[in-house]
């Protein structure tokens, strides 16, 4: 051996017996030694002492690493959702290091002491400190943290945004009743977003830790009791960047059909058929729209108590099932169904489980039996194939009668004995898993069996990528308090950001018997813009909009009203996350990257073109936020112009919680409809925020038979967009539709485009090059096919044109 490299091999020796005296940390971490190198189709395979390290790049933006321990084998990745791409490399090597790039990401090994670390477009985002460990209870990975970035992430939490400094449990379960703080709730996720623009993501759905720097400040180390040893980088040069980068990789949740952006009324629970036929015979008889109803545990059973895992109807209380979900149809209200998988030894479906093997173990292969609150039970191995076909057939068969969306309750599950054994392993072992399992179940049999047919599938916990399967998560058994409403918009981003787009609360609260009307009109005023509008609680107080005075009904249907007004627009957005990845709620400095907004909760993107800022505090009049540094905004409701990047205190009353559009923004709208069975586009509204800070703008909206799967690859849909170019004293606007036929598709529209703080009477305006004349009235326009009409008190600026496949244009002087 060459003396430079016995100095080498001695200085790497010496520093593997210093940081051998970190507690917890044996050798098979301690002594890695690079023994060799080699590139094999798209991925490195790094061999050390203590085993194999493969590099596999899945884009330019995201790589899998995955540790082999010498003797191992990993257990199958959930997180990933895709075939990697076809990505150039470029491995170089010298004597003491290796490069692999992927155009984008980069990662350095250097070879004496042993080290891993990642770029992205030349910018540092982390290294490993020991990389993977194993001692006797756990294995996991440890990373180095630079001393300012902040770490979001961890699943759902209410924690604050920046989550460094907290030791967060990786074990999902329920939090009943939480407000301002919860550290554990029912959808955890081994995810770590940082400040720097990257993502971390640990492949694994063991029971666990991720010690964001609280144990040590700049080390963050993840740790579980078993399960896969790898974990995602993913960076993006923008945070709208890093979220399609990310979803490209774990999966894009696919399109809900339009009625499950509509109103959906839910209790705990609706006890007859008569009921459920009454309660929405009042939504149309209160003129407040109503697309689906929720029934909770009593469809199977008259009681609370000891009936879980009927999933059959409960024939004494809705005598005619199908006949009751085929009249409210009709009336444009479809039925979602709750299940869950404990199925209690009392239930008529437990002697056929057991028959069949279909339930979790003891370690003697004997159904393990344990008490819950529900009664004695028994869980589904979700993981067994044949438990998946005998659940999904009870799906289907509900689907066939009627039924049009589905809930899965206590899916984390609720109660998971460790030692409970499933067909892949241990209770502990897969527990994060089961929601996503779960649903991945129910997604894949409406892709067998009803092909055709976008599922709902609202659960309440999952794993990183539960996205692709259709997972619509709600952030659970939430406080009916002030408390309770607080935590919800920070729960919402977080999730959006780690994929599940669909985050949305129980609006009014769950929990306790507060009747509150002011905490009610504001979360359901707050609801209008968040992903599915859901009213779900407890009996003691009705969760119902009509069933409270009537003055709280009547601010709350123009709430909703309004909600059906925007149904383009909310549309539109999940289709933009159903391409791209976007969240529909998206925090401030996605359009002001400005550290300090990283912790700001106070206010929300709804899309890029609204700025929402809930009111979660009794008897305000006013309401401090800050105004996002990306252009000027106007107050949805009375049109007062901001300027951005600054910090305002708007007036609040009882109707409405400040809104705000940006200028340049175009917000397709509708005329509100009872249920979306009735929605058309024929007739619509284009507003055009117009300012004079804006010279060029431009959006669009997407359109498509609002049920069909697959639409968009199918080229069943199309696009209309929107420009404004601004130039002198006129105003160009052009409208252009693009696209395909689908079911539905209007042969000609009625649009009318309203020009917002448009204030003095145009000269002359222009379609298509014809001046068209500027009504004095309203009601004229309405006869024509197409004119203008200005309104000198709102401000606005009306033209109407009637169009097919023909691009439109309007120049206003």
Not at 540 to 549: A, T
Not at 794 to 799: A, E, K, N
Request: proline share 5%.
């Amino acid at each position: 051996m060459n003396r430079k490299l016995h100095h080498l091999n001695h200085l790497v020796w010496l520093a593997l017996l210093l940081v051998s005296f970190i507690p917890g940390i044996h050798a098979q971490n301690t002594e890695r030694v690079f023994l060799s190198a080699e590139e094999s189709g798209q991925s490195l395979k790094v061999t050390t002492s203590d085993g194999f390290i493969v590099f596999k790049p899945y884009s330019q933006s995201g790589m899998e690493v995955e540790f082999l321990p010498k003797g191992e084998a990993n257990p199958p990745s959930y997180a990933i959702g895709v075939k990697p791409e076809k990505t150039k490399t470029v491995l170089t090597q010298t004597d003491h290091l290796l490069k692999y790039t992927t155009g984008g990401l980069e990662v350095t090994i250097e070879k004496v002491p042993f080290k891993v670390s990642y770029s992205y477009n030349h910018h540092p985002l982390f290294s490993e400190e020991h990389g993977y460990f194993q001692n006797d209870t756990l294995q996991g990975f440890r990373f180095n943290l630079s001393p300012e970035e902040k770490l979001m992430g961890g699943g759902e939490r209410v924690l604050g945004m920046d989550r460094r400094g907290h030791r967060l449990q990786l074990y999902n379960k329920a939090s009943y009743g939480y407000e301002t703080h919860a550290d554990l709730m029912y959808y955890s996720m081994p995810v770590v977003i940082s400040s720097k623009k990257y993502m971390v993501v640990f492949d694994n759905g063991a029971s666990g830790f991720m010690d964001l720097g609280a144990t040590q400040k700049d080390i963050l180390q993840f740790e579980a009791v078993g399960g896969r040893m790898s974990y995602l980088v993913v960076a993006g040069d923008a945070w709208d960047q890093l979220a399609e980068n990310y979803t490209g990789i774990t999966g894009r949740q696919p399109m809900v059909p339009r009625w499950a952006l509509g109103n959906i009324a839910s209790r705990m629970g609706y006890h007859t058929q008569q009921e459920v036929e009454d309660v929405v015979d009042k939504y149309i008889a209160d003129d407040i729209p109503l697309d689906g109803i929720v029934l909770d545990l009593y469809w199977f059973g008259p009681d609370l108590k000891g009936h879980m895992g009927n999933l059959e109807w409960d024939l004494d209380s809705f005598p005619e099932p199908e006949k009751m979900m085929a009249d409210i149809k009709k009336k444009g209200v479809k039925t979602v169904l709750i299940t869950e998988p404990f199925i209690l030894k009392k239930s008529g479906k437990y002697a056929e489980c057991v028959e069949k093997g279909l339930l979790g173990t003891d370690t003697l292969g004997n159904p393990y039996v344990f008490d819950f609150f529900f009664g004695t039970t028994t869980l589904l191995d979700i993981f067994k194939p044949s438990t998946q076909r005998w659940f999904w057939n009870i799906y289907k068969k509900h689907t066939l009668s009627g039924v049009a969306g589905w809930w899965g309750d206590l899916g984390e599950p609720e109660v998971h004995p460790d030692d409970l054994m499933h067909v892949n392993g241990r209770g502990d072992e897969v527990h994060n898993l089961y929601g996503h399992q779960w649903a991945k179940t129910v997604y894949e049999g409406f892709a067998k069996d009803f092909p055709e047919r976008r599922p709902v599938i609202l659960m309440r916990a999952g794993f990183a990528g539960s996205q692709r399967y259709g997972l619509v998560p709600w952030s659970g058994d939430v406080s009916r308090s002030w408390g309770g409403l607080k935590p919800q918009v920070e729960i919402s981003l977080q999730m959006g950001m780690q994929g599940l787009a669909y985050m949305h609360s129980d609006l009014g609260g769950f929990a306790g018997n507060n009747k509150d009307a002011e905490l009610y009109i504001r979360w359901l005023q707050y609801g209008v813009f968040q992903p599915v509008y859901r009213t779900h609680a407890q009996e003691d107080v009705p969760p119902e909009p009509v069933f409270w005075d009537e003055d709280t009904k009547d601010i709350v249907r123009e709430s909703i009203k309004l909600r059906y007004a925007l149904m383009p627009y909310n549309y539109t957005l999940i289709h933009e996350n159903a391409t791209k990845g976007l969240p529909m709620m998206r925090p401030l400095f996605y359009v002001d990257d400005n550290p300090a907004l990283l912790d700001n909760t106070e206010a929300y993107l709804w899309g890029d073109n609204f700025l929402v800022a809930p009111v979660v505090n009794k008897g305000v009049t006013t309401k401090k936020m800050y105004i996002p540094d990306n252009g000027v905004w106007m107050d949805y409701f009375n049109k007062e112009r901001y300027a951005g990047g600054q910090e305002v205190e708007v007036p609040v009353d009882i109707n409405h919680i400040p809104v705000f559009v940006k200028a340049g923004s175009f917000i397709p709208m509708v005329p509100p409809m009872q249920s979306t069975d009735d929605y058309h586009s024929e007739k619509l509204f284009v507003h055009y925020y117009n300012d004079n800070s804006v010279e060029q703008a431009d959006g669009y909206m997407y359109e498509d038979d609002g049920a069909t799967k697959g639409s968009f690859e199918k080229k069943a849909y199309e696009i209309i967009r929107f420009k404004s170019i601004k130039s002198d004293d006129k105003l160009l606007l052009t409208i252009s539709p693009d696209g395909y036929d689908y079911q539905g598709k209007p042969d000609q529209r009625n649009v009318y485009m309203v020009v917002e703080n448009w204030n003095a009477k145009p000269s002359k305006v222009y379609v298509d090059g014809d001046k068209v004349k500027v009504q004095k009235r309203s009601d004229k326009l309405e006869k024509l096919s197409e004119g203008a009409f200005w309104d000198s008190v709102s401000g606005q600026l009306t033209i109407k044109v009637e169009m097919a496949d023909n691009v439109k244009t309007i120049v206003i002087e």
